[in-house]
């Protein structure tokens, strides 16, 4: 059975301050396999967020339906955990009442929530940092604590939106490493998404290039099939690597182009 | 630095004062305003004598009672009008029907000067505290309204989406994300309202009251005393700056979570 599925998933917006409508997506078909590693790459601008929070149940379709697990999604998605590009933290909690607060609101018992988020704590290296506010962590710690708080309610299906784009190139590779850690324990189904080519490659199993917006769809998919357990910054050297990547990057050229373009016009305009 | 700053602050306001007392006290200096040499005192007081009123005051021990009242209906309207902004700033700023259709009324009621509001309390709520807290709550209450209000529209819509993917439900939301984003917005905004429930307490016991400073000072005043007048002032502005360390104090134990610009200052 499939984690997530995408049966010609359009999603139109009304423009913005204007008549007419926006295409993001459209007659998007993909399937996200149980226990895989997908990262979805694409020019920016083109919609990707935009897939992702279809599969989140934040955002519903225009039409085509998706399935979760088998189910057709209503509502939020409750087999997700979401990882945000931007903070979502809540800046008037401690980086533990940040972890505990999805056990909260289902319930959980405070002192268990509170021994189960210290747990967490520790497995993402900010063990003794539990009552820092998030003011007060460096980006990188921000992001672990993301992540544990997402990791702490077991998720089935991770969608991450570029989480580790705005942090600098070494702690992102430290962060690549442990995320991959964390996923080899218990395997399960990622959407990750991402600009960046290299990043792509060596944490996936497959890589979907998307085309340049509006209307994004699928162009091509990738497996990679490159020997887990990886080390992000070594597998980057390696001759398979850099074949894949030549491979992807020639399918992606022309639409990177293109949305270079069409920023570039509506700029200019 | 800072011991030093305080030493000429210090030495400013006792400049202030001789300088008043030089051009008030009667015969000290040669008339160059008016013919009458107790024309100066009779307008402006004389420290000396302000001085020695507030000395009386506290050493007779007959100010505490005024003092008291006045402090009870800040703290009275502060609280009751921070209750009500905030209840009212977290239902507008979460119904858009609401907020649209009450817009306009918002904004009449807070362009109206408050205080023409003094009278009718008075015959409401007669010449006891509540008419004065009730002049501080429409004063604290747009404060508060306003801050909130805006607290609950700029809540970050990635930390709201990102507690629905954890699971919050919309009652959670509410107490989880809304309320703490809007008192955040609250407490910024503590030392204005404060001031302004002070200000509705004494402009309140000003205009008809039994007790307070502002009583105190409307009644010297009717006695042409202008020295118990410049005495109740003082001990006014005195209140209010102990007030303000009172609220700075809560503060700084109020939004620890805040990043603050000292943080990163230069030493």
């Not at chain 1, 590009?85 to 940040?98: D, S, V, Y």
């Not at chain 1, 980057?236 to 990177?256: A, Y």
Request: glycine share 8%; proline share 4%.
């Amino acid at each position: 059975m499939a984690a997530v599925e995408f049966d010609k998933v359009t999603c139109t917006f009304a423009a913005r301050g204007g008549s007419g409508s926006y295409t993001a997506v459209k007659d998007t078909s993909l399937t996200i396999g149980e226990g895989e590693f997908v990262s979805v790459v694409g020019p920016t601008g083109c919609g990707k967020s935009t897939l992702l929070n279809v599969t989140a149940g934040l955002l519903r379709p225009s039409s085509g339906t998706v399935r979760v697990l088998g189910e057709p999604l209503a509502g939020i998605n409750r087999h997700a955990g979401y990882m945000f590009q931007a903070e979502g933290l809540m800046p008037w909690r401690t980086a533990l009442a940040n972890v505990t607060a999805g056990l909260e609101f289902r319930g959980v018992d405070t002192a268990e929530a509170r021994r189960r988020a210290e747990d967490w704590l520790e497995r993402v290296g900010l063990a003794g940092f539990g009552d820092r506010y998030p003011h007060q962590l460096s980006g990188g710690m921000r992001k672990r604590v993301a992540l544990a708080q997402m990791l702490i309610l077991d998720p089935q299906i991770l969608l991450m939106d570029e989480p580790f784009s705005a942090l600098d190139i070494q702690t992102r590779q430290l962060m690549e490493n442990e995320l991959l850690e964390l996923w080899s324990a218990d395997r399960k189904s990622v959407i990750f998404i991402t600009h960046d080519l290299e990043e792509a490659i060596s944490l996936s199993d497959r890589v979907v290039v998307l085309s340049a917006g509006p209307a994004t769809h699928p162009i091509g998919e990738f497996a990679i099939d490159l020997p887990r357990p990886r080390d992000v910054a070594e597998i980057r050297l390696t001759p398979r690597f850099i074949e894949l990547h030549d491979r992807i990057w020639h399918s992606m050229k022309e639409e990177v182009l293109k949305g270079y373009a069409q920023t570039r016009n509506r700029v200019a305009s | 630095m800072k011991r030093y700053l305080r030493a000429v602050q210090v030495a400013m306001l006792v400049a202030i004062f001789v300088v008043w007392q030089v051009l008030t006290q009667p015969g000290l200096v040669p008339n160059f305003m008016w013919d009458n040499p107790d024309r100066a005192a009779f307008f402006f007081g004389e420290p000396v004598k302000m001085l020695q009123v507030v000395w009386e005051w506290f050493s007779g021990g007959a100010i505490y009672v005024h003092l008291w009242v006045t402090l009870e209906e800040t703290v009275l309207a502060f609280v009751i009008g921070s209750l009500l902004g905030l209840a009212v700033g977290l239902w507008l700023g979460l119904s858009p029907t609401a907020s649209a259709l009450f817009d306009p009324y918002i904004t009449a009621l807070n362009a109206m000067p408050r205080v023409v509001l003094a009278p009718i309390f008075m015959v409401w709520f007669g010449l006891g505290i509540w008419s004065k807290v009730a002049l501080g709550v429409t004063l604290v209450f747009f404060i508060v309204f306003f801050n909130v209000y805006q607290g609950v529209k700029e809540v970050s819509p990635v930390v709201l989406n990102n507690s629905v993917m954890l699971g919050a439900n919309r009652r959670q939301l509410l107490r989880f994300v809304y309320l703490p984003s809007a008192t955040s917005w609250l407490f910024s905004s503590l030392h204005t309202s404060v001031g302004m429930a002070f200000v509705g307490a004494v402009v309140g016991e000003y205009l008809g009251s039994a007790r307070g400073v502002g009583y105190l000072i409307q009644q010297a005043e009717g006695a042409f005393d202008i020295n118990t007048v410049f005495a109740g002032i003082l001990v006014l502005t005195a209140f209010a700056l102990v007030l303000d360390f009172a609220v700075a104090r809560v503060e700084r134990k109020l939004l620890v979570w805040r990043p603050s610009q000292s943080e990163t200052e230069q030493l």
